[in-house]
């Protein structure tokens, strides 16, 4: 929902024990607190509580199979680019119990399900992140059969969303329209502006569920001076050393025999980390599991990836033997047959699998090798 | 539920450390279920008390090394309706496989004051290589869950769930930052078969390839990587040179380095 209509959105400014007071106020009204932190050597997504937990002074340096944590030298807490893995770990987690069930007498019953976790607060959502949480929305459910899972947690879920002010080397959101501007669907915004003065926030609420916390949270309000600055800030990060071809991604399908698929394949391992990262792949699977006497069941719902043979199996065998059938069916649905399927992109730029693929395989390059094939430019 | 007849479970051994048996052992909380489903009929590792065949499931560890190993291979074919083969040695040949690239004749004469008395193959190959087999559990050692798992499917007419995929794939629902990208740690995970539950990239350590080569393995392309990260072709050569040495993809790929 708006802000009180006819009044400006509720902006403010924090320093970092304003945000922290902040967090508190989410916590004291009965949110999970999720945001950054450091561990094993990279920035991730976890449980964290205060102010204290957030990496400060951390910023990252990231390139094709590399990702390298860097001391910044300042006190910012929202310094590096994207983690290690995105939302999708919380709003839609890699094991989900779908289902348990006894046998009885005469059949089986269905036992109750577990009651819901605590609702999630996600604390420093980027842009292209948000992007992404709105490109599952869509998938989980904006026509018909609504996953209740997504759905729920998403509805449930405050978003506290983080502006960039640095763009990452394997970021292109800019390019793909997501950022580095956040988009709908956040509570929340924060710009972090680093000083001479210290490091503070300038918070816009977006949501009466945001504007409530951020008056909790008890900043002095921000002048319209504040909010150029921060916006000036953010436009910084839509500098980027990348971009994709959108043209030409778009029209990937009907490119199915083009020479690049096979040289790509000689270097994909089909390991499937580019889906397991990218925030907006949303395949599983399913598995039965039984006990030994066969009693009882369960159903399980897991974070599947179209770089196995097992994905494309049908009666008979699987389809996509080939490692290049299966890198090209990634990135053409992706890119291209995405927009068949829901009307728009299924990559939001984060560069994720462009980082955490093991040889490096970029996305943007393989679009702009096609690009440049197609144009005559090569 | 009408009582079912419970099936004779069989547990042999051929060279080999016994680690994978123990993984049976090691079911503990399990293992009571287990015998309530299964009748042990051999399985000298837990019980001196044997019952003759036929046997409705076998499970069989260790490679084959000796022309004794060869006959008696057959022997527990013959005398199960089921044969599942467990861990790298049954699957691939084992650490023991070793010797496929060298001269076994020269390390009998190294080792052993009287080289007549030894009578052994000049290979150590998987179960695989010398008769049918129904199931290949991977590991070194087989994880408990996943041969839980394939005896569970077994007791219930279904399909283990034993997926062929990398590890990268059970590393990141794990998650797990990756060892390779985030610390340039060289990782044999991208080729290698899930199912230890990432104990080693979760412990900060790459991947040694325990559970043999993945479905498609790409060995190319990592040996290619790992040499960017600063490995030497014998360091590459090495990495595939352990519990699984004798698996396809990964003697291939140690044969093109050193
Ligand atoms: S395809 Fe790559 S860049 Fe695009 S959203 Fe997925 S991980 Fe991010
Ligand atoms: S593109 Fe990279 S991350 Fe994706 S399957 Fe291929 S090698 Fe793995
Ligand atoms: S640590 Fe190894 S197994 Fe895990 S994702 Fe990285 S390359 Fe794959």
């Known amino acids: 929902m708006p802000a009180a209509e006819g009044t400006a959105p509720l902006a403010v400014i ?31 997504y976890d449980e964290i509580e205060t102010v204290a937990d957030l990496p400060m002074g951390v910023g990252d340096e990231q390139k094709g199979g590399y990702y390298r944590l860097k001391a910044r030298g300042d006190q910012a807490l929202f310094g590096y680019t994207s983690g290690a893995q995105g939302w999708k770990r919380v709003l839609y987690p890699p094991r989900q119990k779908l289902f348990s069930a006894k046998r009885t007498a005469s059949g089986f019953t ?62 292109f959101c800019d390019s793909m329209g997501t950022g580095p501007e956040v988009g709908t669907g956040y509570d929340i915004k924060l710009v972090e502006m680093v000083g001479k ?3 503070t926030y300038v918070a816009t609420a977006a949501t009466d569920k945001g504007a409530k916390l951020l008056k909790a949270a008890k900043g002095k309000p921000a002048a319209e001076a504040d909010l150029a600055a921060a916006a000036k800030a953010v436009k910084a990060a ?29 270097r994909c391992m089909t390991c499937g980390n580019c889906t397991m990262v990218c925030p907006t792949c949303f395949c599983t699977t399913v598995e039965d599991v039984t006990d030994l006497k066969g009693d009882h069941a369960e159903r399980w719902r897991k974070w599947d990836s179209c770089f196995t043979v097992d994905f494309s199996y049908i009666h008979g065998g699987a389809i996509r033997t080939e490692v290049r059938s299966r890198y090209r069916q990634w990135i053409t649905h ?31 390059e393989e679009v702009a090798a096609i690009h440049d094939s197609t144009k005559g430019r090569k | 539920m009408a009582e079912r007849k419970r099936p004779k479970l069989a547990v042999w051994k051929f060279s080999s450390c016994d680690g994978c048996q123990l993984s049976l052992l090691d079911c503990e909380d399990e293992l009571l279920a287990l015998t309530e489903e299964v009748r042990i009929s051999y399985f000298l590792e837990a019980t001196r008390k044997i019952e003759k065949g036929p046997y409705d499931v076998s499970l069989v560890e260790g490679s084959i090394t000796t022309p004794h190993d060869v006959k008696a291979i057959r022997e527990v074919r013959r005398q199960s309706k089921a044969l599942i083969t467990i861990g790298a040695c049954a699957t691939a040949g084992g650490i ?9 004749k020269e390390f009998i004469r190294c080792v052993y004051a009287h080289p007549e008395y030894i009578d052994t193959l000049t290979t150590s190959t998987a179960i695989s290589d010398h008769v049918s087999v129904d199931f290949e559990l991977r590991g070194c050692p087989i994880s408990k869950h996943q041969l839980l798992e394939v005896l569970n499917a077994y007791l219930n007419g279904r399909k283990p769930n034993v997926p062929r995929h990398s590890e990268c794939i059970e590393c990141k629902a794990n998650g797990i930052v990756c060892r390779m990208v985030a610390a340039g740690t060289p990782c044999l995970g991208p080729v290698t078969q ?14 040694f390839g325990c559970f043999g080569p993945m479905e498609t393995p790409n060995t190319a392309a990592l040996a290619a990587h790992l040499k960017e990260l600063g490995c030497s072709g014998r360091d590459v050569q090495r990495l595939f040179r352990s519990y699984n040495a004798n698996a396809e993809a990964f003697r291939k790929e140690s044969e093109t380095h050193g």
């Open chain 1, 238 to 266: 839509a500098k980027q050393s990348r971009k994709m071809e959108t043209a030409t991604s778009a029209k990937l399908k009907d490119v199915p025999e083009h020479a690049r698929w096979d040289q790509v394949a000689a």
């Open chain 2, 96 to 104: 023991q496989a070793l010797r496929n690239f060298k001269s076994v």
């Open chain 1, 14 to 44: 924090l320093d970092q024990a304003g945000l922290d007071g902040l967090l508190t106020a989410i916590r004291a009204k009965g949110w999970r607190t999720i945001g950054p932190r450091v561990a094993d050597d990279a920035v991730i």
């Open chain 1, 110 to 171: 269905i036992d109750p399900m577990a009651q819901p976790d605590a609702p999630l607060a996600l604390i420093g959502v980027r842009a292209c992140e948000m992007a992404a949480i709105n490109v599952q929305a869509k998938v989980f459910g904006d026509k018909d059969f609504a996953d209740p899972g997504y759905q729920g947690r998403l509805k449930g879920a405050l978003i506290v969303a983080v502006e960039c002010t640095r763009a990452g080397d394997t970021c």
């Open chain 2, 194 to 207: 899930a199912g230890c539950g990432s104990l080693c990239t979760g412990k900060d350590r790459g991947c």
């Open chain 1, 197 to 199: 003065a210290g490091v």
């Open chain 1, 334 to 364: 992706k890119l291209s047959t995405w927009h068949d399927q829901f009307g728009q992109a299924g990559c939001v730029g984060c560069g994720r699998c462009i980082t955490w693929c093991p040889v490096g395989i970029d996305i943007t």
